[in-house]
Antibody
Framework: QVQLVQSGAEVKKPGASVKVSCKAS????????ISWVRQAPGQGLEWMGW????????NYAQKLQGRVTMTTDTSTSTAYMELRSLRSDDTAVYYC????????????WGQGTMVTVSS | QSVLTQPPSASGTPGQRVTISCSGS????????VNWYQQLPGTAPKLLIY???QRPSGVPDRFSGSKSGTSASLAISGLQSEDEADYYC???????????FGGGTKLTVL
């Protein structure tokens, strides 16, 4: 079945970096884009950016420009999101989500990765 | 402060019809389609409605979406206990060049 499986929880210190993976299966990886969405504890959803799995083009949220990098490895059908210079307010569950082929909706979501930033 | 505005809470009794509103502007809802997501407690969001009023395969027809101008709404008819969840609207924003979400509406089934 179509699914996205993310890497496990991380605990990082302020100023460090984190890299979360998202492995796709059940569909042609390069035919869809992947977005990353995060959710701070008890808060709403925040779109972080998008990457084309076809050609690697990216579009990052203005708020995170310069701190986030999204990449893909087509040989393993895996997308990655790296966030640098971590702060306490980066503590959140990070989701990867596939873009639906016929709209800008996110039709398949990963299970989420909890990233905790604490000294 | 979210770009799209939703009421923080909504409620209804089993069998009732409830609606959740989502207000935006000309740069998002006014010029792009709206999607709705359902998030059950402790789980990842799930696509409920896309392109304003389309249901993905497997979503019951009790769920419907509509859009008018710079506002959209999600309607749930025949409310069931398993509908208790957080609901988020989302749209592309041309000014921000990115996706924006509403703050979410917590639906309680009384």
């Amino acid at each position: 079945q179509v699914q996205l499986v993310q890497s496990g929880a991380e605990v990082k210190k302020p100023g460090a970096s984190v890299k979360v993976s998202c492995k796709a299966s059940g569909y042609t990886f390069t035919s869809y884009g992947i977005s990353w969405v995060r959710q701070a504890p008890g808060q709403g959803l925040e779109w972080m950016g998008w990457i084309s799995a076809y050609n690697g083009n990216t579009n990052y949220a203005q708020k995170l420009q310069g701190r986030v990098t999204m990449t893909t490895d087509t040989s393993t059908s895996t997308a990655y999101m790296e966030l640098r210079s971590l702060r306490s307010d980066d503590t959140a569950v990070y989701y990867c989500a596939r873009g639906r082929y016929d709209s800008d909706a996110f039709d398949i979501w990963g299970q989420g990765t909890m990233v905790t930033v604490s000294s | 402060q979210s770009v799209l505005t939703q009421p923080p809470s909504a409620s209804g009794t089993p069998g009732q019809r409830v609606t959740i509103s989502c207000s935006g502007s000309s740069s998002n809802i006014g010029s792009n389609t709206v999607n709705w997501y359902q998030q059950l407690p402790g789980t990842a969001p799930k696509l409920l409605i896309y392109s304003n009023n389309q249901r993905p395969s497997g979503v019951p027809d009790r769920f419907s979406g509509s859009k008018s101008g710079t506002s959209a709404s999600l309607a749930i008819s025949g409310l069931q206990s398993e509908d208790e969840a957080d609901y988020y609207c989302a749209a592309w924003d041309d000014s921000l060049n990115g996706h924006v979400f509403g703050g979410g509406t917590k639906l309680t089934v009384l």
